[in-house]
């Protein structure tokens, strides 16, 4: 019997004309997620998930924290994604699960549930502000940050992945792939290219 | 020269006449399908009048001809359906249209032609169009309203028509924050920008127009020792070159909201059709977070009421200095000046300068000194104080002027002295509006100036403040001073340092004297009945509405503005409401203030309908959610129904089927052999924890916490009114980790009704609530081939009947991808659903279909569902379902616990009301006529009289059933269950269906199929 292949939430789209975007959008849905949950005031048990990561887990609001491949994102006060690679998931899945398993925690294979949009480019954030309501241009969005947002009209988180120049990852809840990748598409078209905070020719006096 | 009789040659004016326009090149444009020309740089309004357009449209009410009075957003008259076909848009202001080559532009409100109009008639008996004329005379008879007086109102009313196709354009919006968003890119404007700027602000400053400047360059002056205009430029390009500054031109502010949210919409293309076919937005919707407000809005200059003040060319002063100095453009070649403030004298000065000639100045003070009165003085030019304007001599239909009838101004009586001043032109002053409408869109109080004899913004409680002529504040130094000062404020405010106050540019200014209000001019004639001095132009109201609003007792402003429709046009009064006031103030004898102000609300000026939909259009309309098997269905053949943002395929008809021949066939398919049905739209959340059981027995009507590990049991959720709201099967995947299964419209709901309880109610209970509904795709394999179809795949499951028990829920593998199965049926039938990640989904529902052709297996949408469903007599939420149902009304009280000592509805559903014995309950019914399916809420009856009856209840599913070839019906009926076997009947159109109460369950009341 065949093996079960695996598809990508946007395979039965046609990708854009690269020169018809003022950005890069990449799909990147086939990289892993754990959503892990631990009490808010649980210090031993974060401990414990932080040794099996090698890294601590992010407390502060918006942040993530990282150590090679493997990120960890704070989505709320008891809430953390964790981003890895497909290869090692389940042994990072096994190492967590036994690390936690005497606190309360909860820990769940999300790989499947979203999708994943890298767009990368010097319009990025000019693109994002026609996709999502929040300051695009705050000093805080810096590599690292991570925020739920408003995408169109669904629910998305954002990641600063590098700035300079901005790589920014998009993650919508799978079914809503093909809508967040249609609102970007038409965002980042090439003939509605919108000059923002940049030096730009003044207007006739 | 380029030859048209009103464009003033390039050396006039000293050689600065039309200093925006490029005289090289030529445009053509068409007004009403005739050719004019034009050049770049000229507006659709300077162009006209170029050519000698006196005429632009008629008026609102008396169809009267109207000539342009303005230069900006503030004109009335000039409005004008531009485009053609799909891309016609209705009342664009001429002074806002950029001409571009190929513009076609149409007057409106004129019919059959702009020349000759049947709608002035209304004029010839005006008399009988008093104001608040509508509300008196048509009231009366009744029935006439909509059969004749409003399909004639239509008709003769109403400004230009919609555009009859789908918009062609795309839109787009997009939001922005900014520490100081600075409103208008006049000198005030622009130095208050640059002072936030240079404080380290990150800045936003928007101009309606395509230029920045405003009026200051026709103001005179200098500002740093140069031309403001060149100050202006060097400053503007300071800011552009910056990079936190955004400098937005074509840009209206169009509302003001709380907490500094701001609203503006930027024309992109309008003024250029190749930007549109290059794929740009035509119109783009900024939406602003802004942490303070510079309001730089500056001032709109105030029309006089004399009696046919509409005649066309009557213009305000300062637009008919603009039109001359912007475009070489002079509206006439004898102009009189009226005025009450010194400010006109520059429009005599700049006519003069341009060869035109100034017959009179008509000041209505005593006097007037200083050196812009001087100035003109000195020209030899003609001035008359203390008088007004008596009358006008038109041209034949009030298509022009001939002259005007000059009279000394008196407190009262009758006009005397009258004195005859041929000319074509009026320039009127009667002082300035500071633009205060953004600054009343939230709490902004007004003050009166009796100085200016109008209104200033006074205190507001948001972080805005107002700078230069918006503020009442009209001197150049002053301007500057004061904006410079305002924007560093601003900065400071926004970012809580700013370094130390700049100092403001030095500017120099001519010095004005005192204006003197006046707000109406006696005419002619006893008592001035039968003379229009109009006040609203675009409204057509005129003093004498407004005075008889008085007599006829409304005392609110709010009420004589809604009576006479005053300020109610698309221009908001910008040049009416001032002096509509001092009308009210004077005939109720009380003061301006007294009096008060209307209300100003957003927009500004009107904002298109693309631009509030923005992206949100086709594609995009709304979020449209799609399943992992979505491809498959798409090249299947799949006919959709929506659920929720789902696209779920409804049934796969094959190439000559009906959808009815599908469903029929889908059902026949599961019922004989076997089916494949996609149901990842299922919601499913993970509630895990050692508490996790004892939390679901608190949601659940019925108990879970007994649940063995791999068991699955169906469920209800009430909500704490006692209410259902969700049923599904919760499976107990291990000693501490439960999976819930919800319908596909309420996932999302009963995550947040989960977390809602859990974190208010419940806190110290032990477990995390997870949704996965997106993690899996999952599908039923329903039909008595179910089995052999799984059985075919490579697993490590044991399928058979001993091993996998009704109800039961294991963990493996299906051809290699991991899978959950349940083996829960909604058909009735020998059933399993499977689920497996969702990037596993596709090929996984390839693979048992491959599998399963062999066995006749056929992919069924949700209505073969449906119809399996009610013929097993299972209930559907939202069906059987509306929020007023109880579970023990559907006759689930097997599902609802009478041991467990709380959990959310129970006491509701103790409630007497609940309790009572003739509610509706869920039955069955089966039609006398097994052919005639009823139809889907109909309501029953007692007896057979239905004009008499009340309902009794009403039917709630209603299909065709294939498997029992007949109709059936699920119905909620009073005392239900104690009617089996009764008659009730269906009033439909004229005649009465019967049909017998029934047990619910029509097929298989054992549950044998299911349990093989």
Not at chain 2, 873 to 888: A, H, K, N, R, S
């Amino acid at each position: 019997m065949s093996d079960i292949a695996w598809t990508g939430p946007l395979a039965h789209r046609d990708p854009a004309a690269s020169d018809a975007l003022d950005i890069e959008i990449a799909d990147r849905s086939d990289i892993s997620v754990l959503d892990l949950r631990i009490g808010s005031k649980d210090t031993k048990a974060r401990a414990a998930a932080s040794k099996v990561l090698g890294f601590d887990l992010p407390t502060d609001p918006r942040s993530s924290a990282s150590a090679s491949d493997v990120a960890a994102y704070w989505f709320s006060i008891d809430q953390w994604l964790i981003i890895a690679p497909r290869e090692g998931l389940v042994a990072l899945e096994q190492a967590l699960a036994e690390a936690l398993g005497s606190h309360r925690h909860a820990l769940t294979d999300v790989s499947d549930m979203r999708a994943i949009l890298r767009v990368q480019g010097e319009s990025c954030r000019a693109v994002l502000s026609k996709c999502i309501p929040i300051d695009m241009y705050a000093d805080e969005i810096a590599p690292g940050y991570v925020r739920r947002v408003t995408l169109g009209e669904i629910a998305a988180a954002m990641i600063c992945v590098a700035d300079d120049p901005d790589v920014f990852d998009l993650l919508v809840f799978r079914s809503y792939a093909d809508y967040a990748m249609t609102w970007l598409e038409e965002a980042a078209d090439a003939g509605r290219s919108l000059s923002l905070f940049r030096p730009d020719t003044p207007p006739a006096v | 020269m380029s030859g048209l009789p009103h464009r003033l040659p390039e050396a006039a004016l000293g050689g600065r006449a039309g200093r925006l326009i490029d005289r090289s090149q030529t445009l053509s444009f068409t007004f009403d399908g005739k050719t004019l020309t034009g050049h770049p740089g000229d507006t659709l309004a300077s162009a006209l009048l170029a050519n000698g357009v006196r005429v632009v449209g008629r008026s609102f009410k008396y169809h009267r001809p109207r000539g342009l009075i303005g230069i900006g957003s503030e004109e009335p008259n000039g409005l004008f359906a531009i485009g053609d076909g799909a891309r016609m848009e209705p009342n664009i202001r001429a002074t806002q249209a950029e001409l571009y080559d190929g513009l076609t532009a149409q007057s409106q409100n004129r019919w059959p032609s702009l020349d000759f109009d049947v709608g002035a008639l209304n004029a010839r008996f005006s008399r009988l169009f008093p104001a608040g004329f509508y509300y008196k005379t048509f009231m009366w008879p009744r029935v006439f309203w909509k059969h004749i007086y409003e399909p004639f109102i239509r008709r003769a009313a109403g400004l230009g028509p919609p555009p009859q196709d789908a918009d062609p354009d795309s839109y787009e919006q997009v939001h922005v924050h900014c520490d100081v968003l600075v409103v208008g890119g006049g000198v005030a404007g622009i130095a208050a920008a640059k002072a936030a700027m240079d404080a380290g602000a990150r800045v936003i400053i928007a101009d309606e127009s395509a230029r920045f400047g405003g009026i200051t360059d026709l103001e005179g002056g200098t500002i740093d020792d140069i031309d403001p205009v060149e100050w202006m430029r060097a400053t503007v390009a300071e800011l552009a070159a910056n990079e936190r500054v955004q400098v937005l031109k074509r840009t209206t502010v169009s509302g003001h909201y709380d907490h500094n949210y701001a609203v503006m919409m930027e024309r992109v293309a309008d003024h250029n059709p190749a930007l549109i076919a290059a794929g740009a937005p035509r119109h783009r919707l900024w939406k602003v977070r802004a942490g303070e407000v510079v309001l730089a809005s500056g001032a709109i200059e105030r029309p006089l009421a004399f009696a046919d003040n509409d005649t066309p060319g009557i213009m305000l002063s300062s637009a008919v200095r603009g039109y001359v100095a912007r475009y070489g453009v002079t509206p006439g070649h004898d102009a009189v000046i009226i005025t009450n403030n010194d400010d006109a004298y520059r429009t005599a000065q700049t006519l003069f300068e341009a060869g035109v000639n100034v017959a009179r100045i008509i000041d209505t003070r005593p006097d007037a000194q200083g050196t812009l009165v001087d100035r003109v003085k000195a020209f030899g030019t003609r001035l008359t104080f203390s008088s007004g304007i008596a009358g006008v001599v038109r041209e034949a239909g009030g298509k022009g002027l001939r002259a005007i009838k000059v009279a000394p101004l008196r407190r009262s009586g009758r006009v005397g002295d009258v004195e005859t001043i041929p000319c074509d032109l009026v320039c009127m002053s009667g002082g300035w509006n500071p633009a205060v409408h953004l600054f009343c869109h939230v709490t902004g109080k007004l003050d009166f100036s009796e100085d200016l004899a109008s209104f200033v913004p006074g205190t507001t409680n948001e972080r805005l403040r107002v700078v230069g002529a918006a503020n009442g504040t009209f001197d150049l130094p002053s301007i500057l001073k004061e904006a410079t000062a305002g924007g560093h404020a601003a900065a400071k405010a926004a970012i809580g340092k700013a370094g130390r106050a700049p100092k403001a540019p030095t500017a120099r200014a001519d010095s004005e004297g005192p204006m003197e209000p006046v707000w109406f001019m006696p005419a002619e004639g006893a008592k001035n009945e039968g003379n229009k001095h109009f006040l609203d132009f675009q409204n057509d109201v005129t003093a004498a509405d407004v005075e008889l609003a008085v007599r006829e007792g409304y005392r609110s402003v709010e009420h004589v503005k809604r009576y006479t429709t005053l300020g109610m046009a698309t221009d908001q009064g910008k040049t009416s409401n001032i002096n509509a006031l001092g009308i009210v103030a004077d005939a109720l004898e009380i003061s301006i203030p007294q009096v008060g102000t209307t209300r100003f609300r957003p927009p500004y000026t009107p904002i298109s309908f693309g631009a509030f939909v923005g992206q949100k259009r086709g594609a995009l309309f709304q979020p449209i959610r799609r399943t992992p098997i979505q491809s498959w269905h798409e090249v299947n053949g799949a006919d959709y129904e929506p659920v929720g943002q789902w696209r779920r395929p409804y049934c796969f008809p094959r190439a000559s089927e009906t959808r009815e021949q599908a469903v029929i066939r889908e059902v026949l398919a599961v019922r004989t052999k076997v089916g494949l049905l996609d149901a990842s739209t299922l919601g499913k959340i993970e509630v895990s924890g050692p508490d996790a059981g004892k939390f679901l027995d608190l949601m659940y009507t019925n108990v879970m916490s007994s649940l063995k590990v791999g068991r699955c049991r169906y469920g209800l959720l009430m909500n704490d009114q006692g209410f259902l709201f969700d049923d599904g099967v919760v499976a107990r995947l291990d000693d501490d980790r439960f999976l819930v299964h919800t319908t596909s419209g309420n996932a999302d709901h009963t995550a947040a009704w989960f977390e809602l309880w859990h974190q208010t109610e419940w806190p110290k209970l032990n477990l995390f609530i997870t949704p996965v509904t997106e993690q899996w795709a999952q599908f039923a394999i329903a039909g008595p081939k179910a089995r052999q179809v799984l059985q075919s795949l490579d697993s490590d499951l044991d399928f058979s009947a001993d091993a996998f028990k009704f109800m039961d829920y294991q963990a493996g593998h299906l051809n290699g991808a991991p899978v959950r199965v349940f083996r829960i049926s909604f058909s009735g039938e020998l059933s399993y659903e499977v689920a497996t990640p969702a990037g596993r989904g596709l090929a996984l529902w390839q693979a048992v279909i491959d599998a399963g052709t062999v066995h006749g297996l056929e992919p069924y949408g949700t209505e073969a569902l449906h119809v399996m469903r009610a013929e097993k007599g299972f209930i559907m939420i939202g069906d059987e379902t509306d929020g007023t149902v109880t579970p023990l009304d559907l006759g689930l009280s097997w599902a609802v616990s009478k041991k467990k000592a709380d959990y959310v509805g129970k006491r509701a559903l103790q409630t007497p009301a609940l309790q009572r014995p003739d509610r509706r309950q869920f039955v069955g019914i089966e039609t006398d006529d097994p052919t005639f399916v009823l139809p889907d809420g109909v309501q029953a009856i007692d007896g057979t009289d239905a004009s008499a009856a009340e309902p009794i209840g009403y039917v709630s599913s209603t299909y065709y059933s294939p498997t029992l070839d007949r109709s059936i019906a699920f119905a909620l009926i009073e005392r239900g269950s104690e009617r089996m076997g009764e008659t009730v009947h269906f009033p439909i159109d004229d005649r009465l269906v019967a049909g017998k109460i029934v047990d619910p369950v029509f097929y298989d009341k054992e549950g044998e199929r299911q349990n093989v």
